[in-house]
């Protein structure tokens, strides 16, 4: 091995796999082993059956559906009014120095210490999720945004100057595009952590949900579903992921090398 | 009448953490006449680029100040049109977008847009790349392209900072080539800022040469070579001349510069 040296790509893909299916192995020898107790974990088969059973007997589909609708509805949310408050952050420094001192506090109150006064104010309805993921999400997007927005390159905006450029045509033709590509990488990885924040959110208080199974299995002491649903929400992050990747690739073809 | 007029104008920077104050740039004072060709050579750190950045409006004077048609100089404006030693087309947009850019700003009507730019792609020879990005394009390209961009927004004078230094040498020949073939056609009032001597020769109609820094005027030699000017003039006696009597001139300073 060599530092830095790039591999070809189906060694990549073959690496990547193989440490899945060696992870799996792990587990299947240590379950089908008998070196853990069944109650504790669940062998990969009986995972599998369990998954099929929620989706076949339990309505499971339901339940993955009413999350991914929290999340992307809380996200979109939070999106919507933070990324315009970042961009204007970024733009202008007295909108800055009014907002950052709050926004970078803000952004440590972790959402999910907000749920128990949440419920006290909302319920346990949709409301109450859409509000965990919005906090959890708005203050982060503002702050990077900002930072995003702040350090573009001064030597752009001053050639833009030179050509006439305002401030309108300043923050709309050079700010924002040269931007763009970082801000949807924002929202990428902020999107990540809005699908831990809907289950800590489901796990405290709901009745329907990937995280209200997970609680409801737990109490069966139903290993197997436990595991099925954790790994749901694994792949539809990597989904979303590999959706978002796709869309900045094609939205943003000047940005690649 | 003069073009451009700079009066008195010099430049201080405050120290950093209670440090003295950087004299950049001692109180100069020029004049530049329509159609003028004007080259500042110096050596590096000598100010030179400060002065052109205050008469594009990017940078303010501590003294003096700087009229363009009589009228005062307050911030940057289409009628100053700047090329930059970095790359700065915007990555965003391809070569045409890049030269449009400015024509957008004023709401030009697109068909008008694409007469400027399908006239400019063509002279800088880049009408094959014109849907290409930045990223796509060598240096010399898309500094090609920063002089289209500057010169669609038919400024009154276009001002460059060292816009081939970061050029090899056969790229910057060439491109010293087509930046005056483009002068003889256009006549713009042209202030271009360099450290190279061979340059600032070749391209110029007067060649002033900037002390070290804190810098300020030293020498104003006028170019007598004739138009239109073809690269093998740099081996005629005349220019050798030129070139010997600047080098003399640029040494002592560049002498001065390293031994502060």
């Given at each position: 091995m060599t530092p830095l040296k790039p591999i070809p790509a189906r060694h990549r893909v073959a690496l990547g796999i193989g440490f899945f299916a060696l992870f799996v192995l792990a587990w299947a020898a240590v379950s089908f082993g008998g070196l853990v107790p069944k109650t504790f974990l669940a062998d990969p088969l009986t995972m599998l059956r369990e998954g099929g059973n929620l989706f076949a007997r339990y309505g499971f589909a339901w339940d993955v559906g009413i999350t991914i609708w929290r999340v992307l509805g809380g996200f979109v949310l939070a999106a919507i009014f933070a990324v315009p408050l970042g961009v204007a952050?970024?733009?202008?420094?007295?909108?800055?120095?009014?907002?950052?001192?709050?926004?970078?506090?803000?952004?440590?109150?972790?959402?999910?210490?907000?749920?128990?006064?949440?419920?006290?104010?909302?319920?346990?309805?949709?409301?109450?999720?859409?509000?965990?993921?919005?906090?959890?999400?708005?203050?982060?997007?503002?702050?990077?945004?900002?930072?995003?927005?702040?350090?573009?390159?001064?030597?752009?905006?001053?050639?833009?100057?030179?050509?006439?450029?305002?401030?309108?045509?300043?923050?709309?033709?050079?700010?924002?595009?040269?931007?763009?590509?970082?801000?949807?990488?924002?929202?990428?990885?902020?999107?990540?952590?809005?699908?831990?924040?809907?289950?800590?959110?489901?796990?405290?208080?709901?009745?329907?949900?990937?995280?209200?199974?997970?609680?409801?299995?737990?109490?069966?002491?139903?290993?197997?579903?436990?595991?099925?649903?954790?790994?749901?929400?694994?792949?539809?992050?990597?989904?979303?992921?590999?959706?978002?990747?796709?869309?900045?690739?094609?939205?943003?073809?000047?940005?690649?090398? | 009448m003069s073009k451009l007029v700079i009066e008195g104008v010099g430049r201080t920077f405050p120290g950093v953490h209670g440090?003295?104050?950087?004299?950049?740039?001692?109180?100069?004072?020029?004049?530049?006449?329509?159609?003028?060709?004007?080259?500042?050579?110096?050596?590096s750190g000598c100010g030179k680029s400060t002065l052109l950045r205050i008469v594009a409006g990017l940078d303010t004077p501590t003294t003096g100040r700087?009229?363009?048609?009589?009228?005062?100089?307050?911030?940057?404006?289409?009628?100053?049109?700047?090329?930059?030693?970095?790359?700065?087309?915007?990555?965003?947009?391809?070569?045409?977008?890049?030269?449009?850019?400015?024509?957008?700003?004023?709401?030009?009507?697109?068909?008008?847009?694409?007469e400027i730019a399908a006239h400019y792609l063509d002279r800088t020879g880049l009408a094959a790349f014109e849907h290409h990005y930045p990223k796509m394009l060598s240096g010399g390209m898309q500094q090609r392209t920063a002089i289209?961009?500057?010169?669609?927004?038919?400024?009154?004078?276009?001002?460059?900072?060292?816009?081939?230094?970061?050029?090899?040498?056969?790229?910057?020949?060439?491109?010293?080539?087509?930046?005056?073939?483009?002068?003889?056609?256009?006549?713009?009032?042209?202030?271009f800022v360099t450290h190279d001597i061979e340059e600032a020769i070749f391209v110029a109609g007067r060649v002033v040469v900037m002390s070290a820094r804190p810098g300020r005027i030293k020498a104003e030699v006028a170019v007598d070579l004739p138009h239109p000017r073809h690269y093998t003039v740099k081996t005629t006696p005349e220019f050798s001349a030129l070139k010997a009597r600047l080098t003399e001139e640029i040494r002592v300073e560049a002498l001065a510069a390293a031994a502060v």
């Open positions: 952050m970024g733009a202008y420094k007295p909108i800055e120095a009014f907002f950052e001192p709050f926004v970078s506090f803000a952004r440590y109150l972790p959402a999910s210490a907000f749920i128990p006064l949440l419920i006290l104010w909302a319920g346990i309805g949709e409301m109450q999720k859409l509000l965990v993921i919005f906090i959890g999400s708005f203050f982060q997007i503002v702050l990077m945004v900002a930072m995003t927005v702040g350090s573009t390159r001064r030597d752009l905006v001053e050639a833009a100057y030179t050509l006439g450029a305002g401030a309108r045509g300043i923050v709309r033709r050079v700010l924002l595009p040269s931007s763009a590509p970082a801000i949807a990488e924002t929202l990428r990885l902020v999107l990540g952590w809005a699908w831990t924040y809907v289950i800590v959110a489901e796990l405290i208080g709901a009745s329907s949900g990937i995280g209200h199974m997970i609680t409801d299995s737990q109490a069966l002491l139903n290993t197997g579903q436990i595991i099925f649903g954790i790994i749901v929400i694994g792949v539809i992050g990597l989904i979303s992921d590999f959706a978002f990747k796709w869309a900045n690739q094609r939205l943003f073809p000047w940005s690649l090398a | 440090g003295a104050p950087t004299v950049a740039l001692q109180p100069v004072s020029l004049s530049v006449a329509d159609n003028d060709f004007i080259t500042i050579l110096g050596p700087v009229l363009l048609d009589g009228a005062t100089v307050t911030g940057p404006g289409v009628d100053r049109g700047m090329v930059f030693q970095s790359y700065t087309l915007f990555p965003w947009l391809t070569v045409r977008e890049n030269i449009c850019f400015g024509l957008r700003e004023k709401g030009m009507p697109a068909a008008q847009q694409d289209a961009r500057a010169l669609a927004n038919d400024p009154k004078i276009l001002l460059l900072d060292e816009p081939f230094g970061a050029l090899d040498n056969q790229t910057r020949a060439l491109m010293q080539e087509l930046l005056l073939g483009i002068w003889e056609a256009e006549r713009k009032t042209v202030l």
